[in-house]
Every structure is written in structure tokens, then in C-alpha cells.
């Protein structure tokens, strides 16, 4: 898996604490027997920067657009980590 951080965003926590939000994509290979060249598999991924605390989600589409339409979604909502594949569900399911 490869990433790409898409950006960060600063934001506070209901207890004040300042936080680093970073919003990546995920990037697979996907490989086939019968295929010449792998195929590119996208996700996303969610950290803290303070904490560590990081969540993601793999093999969501194989369009890069989609991705980061979900990604543009996910940072300009601040979600977080713990939120992330319920998120992911629910956009999958649209």
C-alpha cells in the first residue's frame, strides 16, 4: 500500500485539545494473471497526528475522482479516525 496525503486540517476537540487532522488516499495494486499491468485500487485513511490514532480504508473504487470526492468530503466534515468506515459505508451504499 502506498499513501498520498491529500491535507490537514487543524481542528479543537469538544475538550479544547488542538488536533491534526491528516486526509490521505490509499493506493493498491491490484494484479491479475491475465492482466499485462496491475490495476490501480483506491482508499482512505484518517490520522491524528498527536496521537497516532489512524483508520483506513482500502480498495473503496478503482476511480481516482470518486476517491477524492469521498477524501474533499471526509476533510471538509473534520472526520475523524472513529469515524471513518462507518463514513465509507455510507457512501459506498449511496
Sequence with gaps: MRKMIMCRKKVRSDGG?????????????????SLAAGVESYGVGIAIEESGEEAYVRNITLQSSEIF??????????????????????????
Design 17 to 33: 485539545e488542538k488536533l491534526s487532522l491528516i486526509y490521505s488516499v490509499t493506493i493498491d495494486e491490484l494484479t491479475n494473471d
Design 69 to 94: 470526492r469521498l477524501t474533499s468530503l471526509l476533510s471538509s466534515n473534520f472526520a475523524t479516525p472513529v469515524t471513518l468506515s462507518d463514513i465509507a459505508e455510507d457512501w459506498l451504499c449511496r
